[in-house]
């Protein structure tokens, strides 16, 4: 059904467009009944306040709701700052980061991101075995699983060992897969030695196997050697997967001990 529309509401002082929404029917009116304690309910109350009501028009109309939240979005991307809104989160990973035009962001100035990858050894995981054979994984439940389907091909990880360092630059190569459905020169991944001798647990599920994506190591090292510096604000977290576009500290240190110009690795 095309019936949802976007609208504006503008302080009728200054002319200033102070919250965006979408909706249908009567909805564009239903904030100035609102009685929840919110920056757009106080705007709103200061408006009365000065015996005026604010202008409410709709800007897009004869939508669907996938194209109205899409409109929504891209209006308070351009004009957030200066909004009441509190931005929900459809869309938002598609749209650019808020103060960060001076940088340049991968998957967005970039084709491909440029990722934190947790080694996370234990049973199911050596770095070893990654370095060896050109590959990095994690598994054995859902989150997990869906961390690894987030890689690219052509995405840049940074592989941490915990209590280690940094060991390895590499590039995605190819897209997470079960490891059953993984084979490296020609053979089975599971056939081959492997010195995590536990890869193999859950194999016949696709929700808990392990997941392998296929990665070229542009720059890897023994965990003897692992890059690291103590006390020194470097990014880590327990999580499988994680952005490095806002860390710079970081990236400096990478592009300084692995000697490379990470702006190359995505040309």
């Known amino acids: 059904m095309n019936d949802f529309y976007v609208y504006v509401y503008i302080d009728p002082r200054n002319l200033e467009e102070f919250y965006f929404g979408k909706g249908r029917g009567s909805r564009k009116d239903a904030h100035l009944s609102d009685t929840s304690d919110s920056e757009k309910t106080r705007r709103i109350a200061a408006i009365h306040k000065a015996g005026l009501k604010p202008t409410i028009r709709v800007i897009a109309r004869d939508l669907s709701e996938h194209d109205a939240f899409l409109i929504e979005k891209t209006l308070l991307w351009k004009l957030g700052r200066q909004l009441t809104n509190v931005s929900s989160g459809h869309y938002s990973e598609n749209f650019r980061p808020h103060d960060t035009m001076h940088l340049e962001l991968s998957g967005f100035d970039y084709q491909c991101g440029f990722y934190y990858y947790n080694v996370g050894e234990g049973p199911h995981r050596n770095w070893d075995d990654y370095k060896t054979f050109g590959f990095i994984a994690a598994g054995q439940g859902i989150r997990w699983r869906d961390a690894m389907l987030g890689f690219q091909k052509g ?54 196997c392990e997941y392998v994506a296929k990665v070229e190591w542009v720059a890897a090292v023994e965990r003897s050697d692992a890059k690291w510096t103590r006390k020194s604000g470097l990014f880590t977290t327990t999580h499988v997967r994680a952005s490095l576009d806002a860390q710079p500290k970081t990236l400096a240190f990478l592009e300084r001990e692995f000697e490379l110009d990470l702006r190359d690795l995505f040309s």
């Not at 915990?162 to 020609?186: L, M």
């Not at 599971?190 to 647990?201: F, P, Q, T």
């Open 155 to 208: 995405d840049v990880v940074a592989a941490y060992l915990k209590n280690r360092g940094f060991v390895g630059i590499g590039r995605v190569t190819e897209r997470a897969k079960p490891i059953h459905d993984v084979t490296i020169n020609g053979k089975p991944l599971l056939s081959h030695a492997l010195r995590c001798g536990r890869m193999a647990d859950n194999a016949e599920s696709d929700d808990l």
